[in-house]
């Protein structure tokens, strides 16, 4: 069998073919949902709204369970005429497959489904159970994803007690990075009002954006804190300005500034905007100033989890992975509460979310030997 022909690679194929843009699935779900029930899952579907999710499960709670956690959606591709390929036709050269969620994050999804085939199959008994966690709202506003599904289980009173995120958590080689946690993501929206008028007469207006320069210099040259031993320092990043000016002749009477927090442990949402809105109330503007709560850190100690899959790495890859806790958000954040350990592993992360996204044509035959020896040592040796 060639490396093209691989299971995994054939399944990474299909699931690309299918134009999930965030949040369709595009029956990405059929597919997984027709290979996992083939060896036996019992396969669930819990929607929400328009975005599709799948909780399928394998064995029983006498022992501990493993839960594959993965996103079906994807980004929009961009301009295709700058695509050498369609992104959604998934495309083999110069030994990369090519396609819009190769890397984010279907070759983690074929990967983890071909690895609990193949287990399954040679392993009908064993202590514990495998499940998945399969949602279509990752890339979007990630409200009716797997935030609903979590809350489900939780009053189903579900439990995990290892969960690998299939994220493409690798830097330079396959399985070089583990993430063990996130930082925490906190977006605000301001309105600094001023009084619109003529450029010619600025002393009958209030431009706006005369004031919000000084808020803007302070908020980017704010020193949040210099991060810790297993989180980078908290970022800031002001993402958009815009006024509401559409000539060239008219001081605006509004300006809107959209800001981004990356942050640590350190702080919690209350207190970033209590100190947010001391700074800006400093300057004694007439504001208005909006939240949207992305999600909070979590970080998973080093423990029986992260001890499995750092000797697999090793044994597979040949190196010592790293242990990491940088990169946006992922999923990771809804699930950590159950109080499971979470960590992501996943396929090569630098053309995602870029046109001509890509994946090694070896890499995904190589992570699901990754994590069918991860279940292996959980489970059975």
């Not at 956690?69 to 110069?94: C, E, I, M, S, Y």
């Not at 159950?338 to 035959?365: F, R, W, Y």
Request: proline fraction near 5%; hydrophobic fraction near 35%; charged fraction near 20%.
């Amino acid at each position: 069998m060639t490396i093209e022909n691989h299971s995994s690679n054939q399944l990474l194929i299909e699931l690309i073919n299918c134009k999930s843009i965030t949040p369709k699935d595009a029956g990405c779900q059929d597919i997984i949902k027709h290979h996992l029930q083939s060896v036996g899952f019992i396969c669930e579907e819990l929607n929400f709204g328009e975005v599709r999710n799948l909780w399928a499960t394998i064995g029983d709670n006498d022992g501990p369970t493993l839960c594959f956690a993965g996103h079906t959606d994807v980004v929009p591709p961009g301009p295709l005429k700058d695509w050498n390929f369609d992104p959604f036709q998934a495309t083999l050269d110069k030994d990369f497959i090519f396609g819009r969620g190769a890397a984010d994050m279907k070759s983690g999804l074929a990967a983890m489904v071909i690895a609990a085939k193949i287990f399954i199959n040679n392993h009908h008994h064993f202590k514990g159970r495998l499940a998945f966690l399969v949602t279509s709202d990752e890339e979007g506003l990630a409200h009716d994803g797997t935030f609903k599904v979590v809350e489900e289980l939780k009053k189903r009173k579900e439990k995990i007690d290892w969960c690998i995120v299939g994220e493409p958590s690798s830097k330079n080689f396959l399985g070089d990075t583990i993430r063990i946690g996130r930082r925490g993501s906190l977006t605000g929206f301001i309105t600094i009002n001023g009084v619109q008028g003529h450029v010619a007469y600025p002393q009958l207006a209030n431009n706006p954006i005369r004031l919000a320069s000084p808020v803007i210099s302070t908020l980017l040259g704010e020193s949040w804190d210099k991060g810790s031993e297993c989180f980078p320092p908290t970022s800031f990043e002001i993402v958009d300005i815009s006024s509401n000016s559409d000539a060239i002749n008219v001081i605006p009477g509004e300006l809107k500034i959209i800001f981004n927090l990356r942050y640590n442990p350190g702080w919690n949402y209350e207190r970033i905007k209590l100190h947010i809105h001391n700074l800006l109330d400093k300057e004694a503007l007439n504001y208005e100033l909006t939240w949207r709560e992305s999600g909070e850190p979590y970080y998973t100690k080093q423990g029986h989890l992260t001890d499995v899959v750092k000797r697999v790495i090793f044994d597979l890859c040949g190196r010592e992975p790293i242990l990491s806790t940088d990169g946006g958000t992922s999923d990771g954040r809804f699930i950590a509460p159950m109080g499971c350990q979470v960590i992501e592993l996943g396929s090569l992360n630098a053309t995602i979310h870029k046109i001509n996204e890509s994946i090694p044509i070896s890499d995904t035959p190589e992570l699901t030997d990754i994590y069918l020896k991860i279940i292996k040592h959980l489970f059975i040796v």
